[in-house]
């Protein structure tokens, strides 16, 4: 945003400067192909769309998911299977990506309304603005004619200005003549009026919202005014980890991650964090170059290039990062080192999927909290529903604008073994699990012994259902329609 006393500007272009479009956007080009040059006439372009209608995405089939956990929760003796967590999948069904990270910025907002103010302050302990210094402060332009006359200019200028349109340009021209050049600008108002919106975009306002808005519309806002033009693109990051040991979480990452790739067609990267004892490797006979654990010794070093050198190309869609699995060398890295590992890989891949050890430090907590999806595997024990309520806690009280962590409930139905029923386990939890993985050892040790994965080598089992409805709840759309094997194929196969 720029002021009288700083820049003479045409009235009649727009200061492209702040969030300026960018040519080649870089999209996937399974996403290319599907667009219709109808639907980019000249005159679906005549006005700036003000009202952005709703995201259309392949519609999220909760009742096919329900059905399809019919066995594994008959198989756990129950009388129903329980439903998706509402809130988790209205939160997660339809995203395809996600928002882009906030840099180590300065933000200062001035507020009219307290409602607003509130609101803002509320996202300043969001995780995705963990790296900026955030102000807020009630009493509009005037409190905030008076801070920036003494003070330097942030790299992010938020207005609450409730007034008329008029008096809006009015306030927005007296805050300007204090506001460097280069400084983006967001704008709350309070009219829906496209002539103002075109006024706005003349004087370098970057964004304008008009409420009622929710703390994620302004996030997402400030998100996009920093995403990277060269580099636009972002995938979404699922952090999947057990409850406690030996809950089968490895597999349910491994398992999901392939279904992601081979049954969903998403392009999807997995990375096995558990750097001396990952099965990433060895469960899909796959060696790396070099292991997650000697990347995050230089981390710093590698770009995004080597990065794709290095990654596993497992099958068109599946890539795979794993884990060396060795004990002669000390493999310690610290957060920053997986924070820029897993920044690289979202930066080529829509999804991936990270598959974390039983361990609780620094790095790890931050991985957990930075995710975009979260998913706890937990078997029906006491001591995974204790742990299991520690972390939902945890990850709740520090992602207050996210979706609550996932659940899966694996091994249900070990014979002779004492179990919590799924009812009261989810009870104690707050939330429903989105998937019961029953316990049948032969269906999981056939595949092992086949080198495969469960839903590979046994598609029509209850387990392999249950595992596919995590891999749905993530991505929120359908699988694509299996080929039917001609015989040639089937021959040619033997």
């Known amino acids: 945003m ?9 009235p009649d272009a727009q200061d492209w400067s702040i969030g300026e ?17 109808a639907d980019f ?28 956990l019919a066995g594994a929760a008959a198989a756990a003796g129950l009388a ?36 607003v103010a509130s609101l803002l302050m509320s996202i300043g302990k969001d995780r995705r603005l963990a790296k900026a210094t955030m102000t807020v402060e009630t009493g509009g332009v005037t409190t905030g004619v008076a801070r920036l006359s003494t003070q330097a200019s942030p790299n992010l ?28 600008a967001l704008v709350i108002g309070a009219a829906n009026d496209i002539g103002l919106y075109r006024e706005l975009l003349k004087r370098g306002v970057s964004e304008y919202l008009v409420p009622p808005i929710q703390p994620v519309d302004v996030i997402r806002a400030i998100s996009n005014l920093y995403a990277d033009p060269d580099k636009p693109f972002v995938g979404r990051v699922a952090a999947i980890l057990g409850a406690r040991g030996g809950t089968g979480s490895s597999t349910v990452a491994q398992n999901v991650a ?11 990267t997995l990375i096995d964090l558990d750097v001396c004892f990952g099965t990433t490797g060895l469960n899909f006979d796959e060696d790396a170059e070099m292991g997650v654990g000697e990347v995050l010794q230089k981390a710093d070093q590698i770009d995004q290039t080597y990065l794709e050198r290095l990654l596993v190309r497992r099958s068109e869609h599946l890539s795979l990062f794993p884990a060396s699995a060795a004990l002669e060398r000390d493999l310690e890295a610290g957060p920053q080192a997986y924070e820029l590992l897993i920044e690289q890989v979202r930066r080529i891949a829509p999804f991936v999927v990270l598959d974390l050890p039983h361990v609780w430090s620094r790095w790890m907590r931050n991985t957990v909290l930075a995710a975009d999806d979260v998913v706890i595997v937990a078997t029906p024990d006491l001591a995974a529903l204790r742990n299991a309520k520690n972390l939902f806690d945890v990850i709740r009280s520090n992602r207050p604008h996210d979706s609550p962590p996932a659940m899966v409930l694996n091994m249900v139905g070990v014979p002779k073994r004492p179990e919590i029923p799924v009812k009261e386990f989810a009870k104690a939890l707050g939330v429903e699990p989105i998937a019961i993985v029953p316990f049948e050892p032969a269906v999981f040790g056939a595949a092992s012994n086949a ?15 249950a595992l596919e409805s995590v891999a749905r709840a993530l991505c929120g759309r359908e699988p694509v329609a299996r080929r039917p094997t001609s015989l040639l194929a089937r021959i040619l196969k033997r």
């Open 2 to 10: 720029s002021g009288p006393a700083s820049a003479k500007r045409d």
């Open 21 to 37: 479009e960018a040519d080649e956007l870089g999209f996937p080009q399974e996403a290319l192909d599907s667009f219709d040059e």
């Open 41 to 68: 006439a000249d005159d679906a372009f005549a006005e700036p769309a003000f009202d952005t209608p709703a995201f259309e995405s392949p519609a999220f089939d909760e009742a096919g998911v329900v059905a399809g």
């Open 80 to 115: 129903e299977p329980p439903p998706i967590a509402e809130r988790y999948v209205a939160a997660n069904g339809p995203e395809i990506g996600a928002e882009h990270p906030i840099p180590r910025i300065t933000i200062a907002a001035y507020c009219d309304r307290p409602d």
């Open 157 to 184: 200028l938020i207005l609450d200005l409730g007034g008329t349109p008029g008096a809006l340009l009015a306030d927005l021209d007296r805050i300007a003549e204090y506001v460097d050049a280069g400084t983006k």
């Open 258 to 268: 392939w279904t992601l790739a081979e049954r969903f067609h998403a392009a999807t």
């Open 451 to 465: 080198g495969q994965m469960v839903i590979a080598a046994a598609p029509e089992s209850k387990p392999a259902v």
